[in-house]
Protein backbone atom coordinates (compact mmCIF):
# COMPACT_ATOMS: atom_id res chain seq x y z
CA UNK A 1 0.00 0.00 0.00
CA UNK A 2 1.21 3.50 -0.72
CA UNK A 3 1.32 5.93 1.67
CA UNK A 4 0.90 9.74 0.56
CA UNK A 5 2.38 12.24 1.82
CA UNK A 6 1.25 15.94 3.02
CA UNK A 7 4.80 17.44 2.87
CA UNK A 8 5.28 19.96 0.22
CA UNK A 9 6.86 19.04 -3.32
CA UNK A 10 8.91 21.65 -5.78
CA UNK A 11 5.84 21.16 -8.13
CA UNK A 12 3.40 21.69 -5.43
CA UNK A 13 0.48 23.91 -6.41
CA UNK A 14 0.56 26.63 -3.50
CA UNK A 15 -1.31 29.94 -2.92
CA UNK A 16 -0.28 32.57 -1.55
CA UNK A 17 -2.80 35.14 -0.13
CA UNK A 18 -1.68 38.42 0.64
CA UNK A 19 1.86 37.99 -1.04
CA UNK A 20 2.18 41.86 -1.88
CA UNK A 21 2.52 42.34 1.73
CA UNK A 22 4.90 42.20 4.22
CA UNK A 23 4.78 38.68 5.56
CA UNK A 24 3.30 37.72 2.05
CA UNK A 25 6.03 38.74 0.05
CA UNK A 26 8.21 37.32 2.23
CA UNK A 27 6.98 33.97 2.17
CA UNK A 28 7.18 34.25 -1.79
CA UNK A 29 10.85 34.97 -1.43
CA UNK A 30 11.27 31.89 0.98
CA UNK A 31 9.36 29.53 -1.63
CA UNK A 32 11.08 31.08 -4.76
CA UNK A 33 14.56 30.30 -3.33
CA UNK A 34 16.47 28.31 -1.45
CA UNK A 35 16.97 29.84 2.04
CA UNK A 36 20.11 32.07 2.71
CA UNK A 37 19.20 31.72 6.62
CA UNK A 38 18.17 28.02 7.51
CA UNK A 39 18.80 26.15 4.73
CA UNK A 40 16.89 23.11 6.09
CA UNK A 41 13.02 24.32 5.45
CA UNK A 42 12.67 21.63 2.84
CA UNK A 43 15.07 19.20 4.40
CA UNK A 44 17.78 18.15 1.55
CA UNK A 45 15.40 19.58 -1.14
CA UNK A 46 17.00 23.18 -2.39
CA UNK A 47 15.07 23.51 -5.32
CA UNK A 48 12.63 26.36 -5.35
CA UNK A 49 8.68 25.66 -5.39
CA UNK A 50 7.73 26.44 -9.01
CA UNK A 51 3.60 26.04 -8.92
CA UNK A 52 3.08 29.05 -7.27
CA UNK A 53 -0.68 31.07 -7.47
CA UNK A 54 -1.26 34.73 -6.32
CA UNK A 55 -3.77 37.40 -6.95
CA UNK A 56 -3.80 41.41 -6.56
CA UNK A 57 -6.69 42.71 -5.06
CA UNK A 58 -7.55 44.19 -8.17
CA UNK A 59 -7.96 40.34 -9.55
CA UNK A 60 -9.38 39.31 -6.72
CA UNK A 61 -11.73 40.60 -3.97
CA UNK A 62 -10.92 38.27 -0.90
CA UNK A 63 -13.75 39.60 1.23
CA UNK A 64 -16.01 38.99 -1.86
CA UNK A 65 -17.36 34.89 -0.94
CA UNK A 66 -18.43 34.77 -4.27
CA UNK A 67 -15.19 35.60 -6.08
CA UNK A 68 -13.01 33.11 -3.59
CA UNK A 69 -14.76 30.22 -4.10
CA UNK A 70 -14.85 30.33 -8.43
CA UNK A 71 -11.13 31.02 -7.42
CA UNK A 72 -10.69 27.83 -5.47
CA UNK A 73 -12.60 26.19 -7.89
CA UNK A 74 -10.68 27.55 -10.89
CA UNK A 75 -7.82 26.68 -9.24
CA UNK A 76 -7.69 24.02 -6.85
CA UNK A 77 -4.25 24.97 -4.83
CA UNK A 78 -3.05 22.08 -3.12
CA UNK A 79 -1.35 24.18 -0.26
CA UNK A 80 -2.40 27.78 1.54
CA UNK A 81 -0.55 30.44 2.86
CA UNK A 82 -2.90 32.80 4.81
CA UNK A 83 -1.52 36.05 4.55
CA UNK A 84 -3.87 38.29 3.42
CA UNK A 85 -4.98 40.82 6.29
CA UNK A 86 -5.72 44.23 6.79
CA UNK A 87 -3.26 45.31 9.73
CA UNK A 88 -1.81 48.46 11.02
CA UNK A 89 -0.30 49.85 14.45
CA UNK A 90 -2.49 51.75 17.40
CA UNK A 91 -3.71 54.81 15.50
CA UNK A 92 -5.35 52.81 12.49
CA UNK A 93 -6.35 50.10 14.63
CA UNK A 94 -8.24 52.67 17.18
CA UNK A 95 -9.24 54.83 14.04
CA UNK A 96 -10.67 51.75 11.83
CA UNK A 97 -12.07 49.25 14.38
CA UNK A 98 -14.99 48.34 12.08
CA UNK A 99 -12.97 47.89 9.12
CA UNK A 100 -10.16 45.72 11.10
CA UNK A 101 -13.21 43.30 12.47
CA UNK A 102 -15.38 43.23 9.13
CA UNK A 103 -12.31 42.74 6.57
CA UNK A 104 -10.06 40.11 8.56
CA UNK A 105 -13.33 37.78 9.63
CA UNK A 106 -14.43 38.01 5.72
CA UNK A 107 -11.13 37.49 4.36
CA UNK A 108 -10.35 34.44 6.60
CA UNK A 109 -13.71 32.78 6.53
CA UNK A 110 -13.62 33.13 2.75
CA UNK A 111 -10.27 31.51 2.06
CA UNK A 112 -11.07 28.66 5.31
CA UNK A 113 -14.06 27.39 3.90
CA UNK A 114 -13.03 27.37 0.38
CA UNK A 115 -10.03 26.16 1.00
CA UNK A 116 -12.03 22.85 2.81
CA UNK A 117 -14.04 22.54 -0.12
CA UNK A 118 -11.75 22.49 -2.66
CA UNK A 119 -9.68 19.72 -0.59
CA UNK A 120 -6.21 22.13 0.33
CA UNK A 121 -3.91 19.49 2.17
CA UNK A 122 -2.49 22.16 4.21
CA UNK A 123 -3.32 25.82 5.27
CA UNK A 124 -1.41 28.06 7.30
CA UNK A 125 -3.00 30.86 9.07
CA UNK A 126 -1.14 33.83 10.08
CA UNK A 127 -1.96 35.59 13.20
CA UNK A 128 -0.29 38.22 15.67
CA UNK A 129 0.85 38.03 19.19
CA UNK A 130 -2.12 40.55 20.11
CA UNK A 131 -4.61 37.49 20.54
CA UNK A 132 -3.23 36.96 23.74
CA UNK A 133 -4.34 38.54 26.76
CA UNK A 134 -3.12 42.27 27.72
CA UNK A 135 -1.60 41.56 30.89
CA UNK A 136 -0.18 37.82 30.20
CA UNK A 137 2.20 35.92 31.63
CA UNK A 138 5.56 35.99 29.87
CA UNK A 139 7.03 34.45 27.60
CA UNK A 140 3.29 34.00 26.13
CA UNK A 141 2.76 30.31 25.86
CA UNK A 142 0.28 29.08 23.14
CA UNK A 143 -2.12 27.87 26.09
CA UNK A 144 -2.52 31.50 27.39
CA UNK A 145 -4.73 32.19 24.62
CA UNK A 146 -8.67 33.21 25.92
CA UNK A 147 -7.20 33.72 29.36
CA UNK A 148 -7.57 36.92 30.26
CA UNK A 149 -8.73 40.46 28.85
CA UNK A 150 -7.44 41.52 25.33
CA UNK A 151 -6.01 44.86 25.07
CA UNK A 152 -8.62 47.27 24.37
CA UNK A 153 -6.69 49.22 21.09
CA UNK A 154 -6.85 46.38 19.02
CA UNK A 155 -9.38 44.58 20.18
CA UNK A 156 -11.20 44.14 17.39
CA UNK A 157 -7.96 42.82 14.62
CA UNK A 158 -7.50 40.15 17.90
CA UNK A 159 -10.96 39.26 17.64
CA UNK A 160 -10.83 38.56 14.15
CA UNK A 161 -7.68 36.61 14.08
CA UNK A 162 -8.61 34.89 17.55
CA UNK A 163 -11.83 34.13 15.31
CA UNK A 164 -9.72 31.98 12.69
CA UNK A 165 -7.76 30.40 15.14
CA UNK A 166 -11.01 28.82 15.96
CA UNK A 167 -12.04 28.27 12.80
CA UNK A 168 -9.12 26.18 11.65
CA UNK A 169 -9.65 24.17 14.68
CA UNK A 170 -13.24 23.90 13.97
CA UNK A 171 -12.71 22.08 10.48
CA UNK A 172 -9.88 20.18 11.88
CA UNK A 173 -12.31 18.64 14.31
CA UNK A 174 -15.00 18.48 12.11
CA UNK A 175 -13.68 17.17 8.88
CA UNK A 176 -9.94 16.28 9.22
CA UNK A 177 -8.59 18.79 7.74
CA UNK A 178 -4.65 20.11 8.38
CA UNK A 179 -5.09 23.50 9.13
CA UNK A 180 -2.59 25.56 11.56
CA UNK A 181 -2.01 29.01 12.67
CA UNK A 182 1.41 30.73 13.35
CA UNK A 183 1.41 33.21 15.42
CA UNK A 184 4.70 35.32 15.04
CA UNK A 185 5.48 38.39 17.24
CA UNK A 186 6.23 42.11 15.95
CA UNK A 187 7.33 42.01 12.29
CA UNK A 188 9.94 44.25 10.56
CA UNK A 189 11.40 43.65 6.57
CA UNK A 190 11.64 44.34 3.02
CA UNK A 191 8.24 45.99 1.71
CA UNK A 192 7.08 47.28 5.25
CA UNK A 193 4.63 50.12 5.50
CA UNK A 194 6.17 53.32 6.41
CA UNK A 195 2.45 55.83 6.15
CA UNK A 196 2.97 57.04 9.60
CA UNK A 197 -0.78 57.37 10.10
CA UNK A 198 -1.39 53.51 9.57
CA UNK A 199 2.42 51.68 10.24
CA UNK A 200 3.51 49.66 13.40
CA UNK A 201 6.16 51.18 15.84
CA UNK A 202 9.22 50.35 13.97
CA UNK A 203 8.43 51.46 10.64
CA UNK A 204 7.69 54.94 11.84
CA UNK A 205 10.24 55.50 14.09
CA UNK A 206 12.49 54.72 11.03
CA UNK A 207 10.56 57.58 8.97
CA UNK A 208 10.24 59.40 11.64
CA UNK A 209 14.08 59.96 12.15
CA UNK A 210 15.15 59.57 8.52
CA UNK A 211 12.80 62.39 7.91
CA UNK A 212 14.18 64.95 10.76
CA UNK A 213 17.55 64.23 10.12
CA UNK A 214 16.85 65.57 6.25
CA UNK A 215 15.04 68.09 8.00
CA UNK A 216 17.74 68.84 10.79
CA UNK A 217 15.38 68.70 13.44
CA UNK A 218 16.47 68.64 16.50
CA UNK A 219 13.69 66.41 18.23
CA UNK A 220 11.66 63.54 17.23
CA UNK A 221 8.51 63.17 19.16
CA UNK A 222 7.51 58.99 20.21
CA UNK A 223 4.44 57.69 21.40
CA UNK A 224 4.14 56.49 24.75
CA UNK A 225 6.40 56.26 27.98
CA UNK A 226 8.85 54.05 25.70
CA UNK A 227 8.29 51.44 29.13
CA UNK A 228 7.07 48.81 27.38
CA UNK A 229 8.50 45.90 25.87
CA UNK A 230 8.39 44.73 22.46
CA UNK A 231 10.31 41.49 20.28
CA UNK A 232 10.84 42.00 16.92
CA UNK A 233 11.37 39.41 14.32
CA UNK A 234 12.98 40.02 10.87
CA UNK A 235 10.14 39.22 8.61
CA UNK A 236 13.00 36.54 5.98
CA UNK A 237 12.83 34.66 9.33
CA UNK A 238 9.10 34.91 9.46
CA UNK A 239 8.84 33.09 6.48
CA UNK A 240 11.69 30.31 6.81
CA UNK A 241 9.52 29.60 9.74
CA UNK A 242 6.35 29.14 7.66
CA UNK A 243 7.34 26.96 5.24
CA UNK A 244 9.61 25.11 7.62
CA UNK A 245 6.06 24.43 9.26
CA UNK A 246 4.68 23.64 6.39
CA UNK A 247 6.88 20.96 5.07
CA UNK A 248 6.78 19.29 8.36
CA UNK A 249 6.64 15.48 8.03
CA UNK A 250 3.05 14.38 8.60
CA UNK A 251 4.11 13.06 12.04
CA UNK A 252 5.06 16.19 13.39
CA UNK A 253 2.26 18.42 11.64
CA UNK A 254 -0.56 16.62 13.06
CA UNK A 255 0.96 17.22 16.13
CA UNK A 256 0.11 20.87 15.42
CA UNK A 257 -3.73 20.42 14.74
CA UNK A 258 -4.75 20.79 17.92
CA UNK A 259 -6.42 18.60 20.67
CA UNK A 260 -9.92 18.02 20.98
CA UNK A 261 -12.17 19.73 23.41
CA UNK A 262 -13.45 17.40 26.05
CA UNK A 263 -16.70 15.68 25.40
CA UNK A 264 -19.98 17.70 27.48
CA UNK A 265 -22.32 14.28 26.65
CA UNK A 266 -19.13 11.74 27.92
CA UNK A 267 -18.35 13.46 30.84
CA UNK A 268 -20.83 14.78 32.28
CA UNK A 269 -18.70 18.38 32.21
CA UNK A 270 -15.60 19.67 30.45
CA UNK A 271 -12.30 19.24 32.23
CA UNK A 272 -10.02 22.71 31.77
CA UNK A 273 -6.59 22.22 30.45
CA UNK A 274 -6.30 19.81 28.12
CA UNK A 275 -7.70 21.31 24.92
CA UNK A 276 -5.56 23.09 22.88
CA UNK A 277 -5.27 24.74 19.85
CA UNK A 278 -4.03 24.66 16.42
CA UNK A 279 -1.75 27.70 17.54
CA UNK A 280 2.39 27.97 16.77
CA UNK A 281 4.52 31.16 18.15
CA UNK A 282 6.90 32.33 15.59
CA UNK A 283 9.77 34.64 17.82
CA UNK A 284 13.28 35.57 18.53
CA UNK A 285 13.27 34.81 21.73
CA UNK A 286 14.25 38.88 22.87
CA UNK A 287 12.79 41.88 23.70
CA UNK A 288 13.52 45.21 24.30
CA UNK A 289 12.10 48.32 25.51
CA UNK A 290 10.58 51.28 22.83
CA UNK A 291 13.16 53.49 24.40
CA UNK A 292 16.01 50.72 23.72
CA UNK A 293 14.15 50.16 20.00
CA UNK A 294 14.13 54.04 19.50
CA UNK A 295 17.44 54.68 20.35
CA UNK A 296 18.47 51.97 18.42
CA UNK A 297 16.90 53.30 15.06
CA UNK A 298 18.37 56.50 15.81
CA UNK A 299 22.02 55.29 15.57
CA UNK A 300 21.34 52.74 12.47
CA UNK A 301 19.39 56.02 10.67
CA UNK A 302 22.08 58.55 11.84
CA UNK A 303 19.65 61.10 13.39
CA UNK A 304 21.68 63.50 16.13
CA UNK A 305 19.01 65.38 17.59
CA UNK A 306 16.88 64.00 20.95
CA UNK A 307 13.94 61.87 21.37
CA UNK A 308 11.14 63.24 23.26
CA UNK A 309 8.30 60.90 24.44
CA UNK A 310 4.26 62.02 24.63
CA UNK A 311 3.60 60.02 28.00
CA UNK A 312 -0.24 61.27 26.74
CA UNK A 313 -0.79 59.02 24.15
CA UNK A 314 -1.24 55.17 24.44
CA UNK A 315 1.27 52.50 25.60
CA UNK A 316 -0.55 49.81 24.21
CA UNK A 317 0.36 46.30 26.13
CA UNK A 318 3.03 46.48 28.67
CA UNK A 319 4.97 43.37 27.42
CA UNK A 320 4.78 40.93 24.34
CA UNK A 321 7.72 38.28 24.47
CA UNK A 322 6.23 34.95 22.83
CA UNK A 323 7.57 31.51 24.12
CA UNK A 324 8.55 29.22 21.22
CA UNK A 325 9.52 26.30 22.61
CA UNK A 326 7.42 24.56 20.67
CA UNK A 327 8.84 25.70 17.69
CA UNK A 328 12.47 25.13 18.58
CA UNK A 329 11.34 21.70 19.77
CA UNK A 330 10.78 20.90 15.78
CA UNK A 331 13.68 22.44 14.77
CA UNK A 332 13.45 25.98 13.57
CA UNK A 333 15.01 29.08 15.42
CA UNK A 334 15.66 32.67 14.52
CA UNK A 335 19.01 33.57 12.74
CA UNK A 336 18.70 37.47 12.33
CA UNK A 337 19.15 39.94 15.13
CA UNK A 338 17.77 43.22 15.47
CA UNK A 339 21.37 44.74 15.30
CA UNK A 340 21.85 42.41 11.91
CA UNK A 341 18.54 43.16 10.62
CA UNK A 342 17.77 46.88 11.21
CA UNK A 343 20.47 48.08 8.97
CA UNK A 344 19.06 46.56 5.84
CA UNK A 345 15.44 47.48 6.54
CA UNK A 346 16.64 51.20 6.74
CA UNK A 347 18.49 50.07 3.27
CA UNK A 348 15.43 48.98 2.12
CA UNK A 349 13.59 52.00 3.24
CA UNK A 350 15.82 54.49 1.84
CA UNK A 351 15.67 52.96 -1.97
CA UNK A 352 12.26 51.97 -2.29
CA UNK A 353 10.22 54.82 -0.09
CA UNK A 354 12.53 57.50 0.47
CA UNK A 355 14.01 58.50 -2.82
CA UNK A 356 10.39 58.26 -4.00
CA UNK A 357 8.11 60.51 -1.45
Request: aromatic share 8%.
Given at each position: ?44 NSLPY ?7 HAELD ?296
Amino acid sequence: MIIMSNEMQPNSKIYVAGHRGLVGSAIMRRLTSPSPLQGKSRGENSLPYTNIITRTHAELDLTDQTAVRAFFEQEKPEYVFLAAAKVGGILSNSTYPAEFIQQNLAIQTNIIHESWRAGVKRLLFLGSSCIYPRDCPQPIKEEYLLTGPLEPSNRPYAIAKIAGIEMCWAYNRQYGTQYIAAMPTNLYGPGDNYDLQNSHVLPALIRKMHEAKLRGDQEVVVWGTGIPRREFLYSEDMADACVYLMNLPDAQFKTLLGTDIPSFQACGKGTEGNALPPLINIGAEVDLTICELAELVKKVVGFDGEIIFDTSKPDGTPRKLLDVSKLKAMGWAASIGLTAGLPRVYEDFVFSVADKS
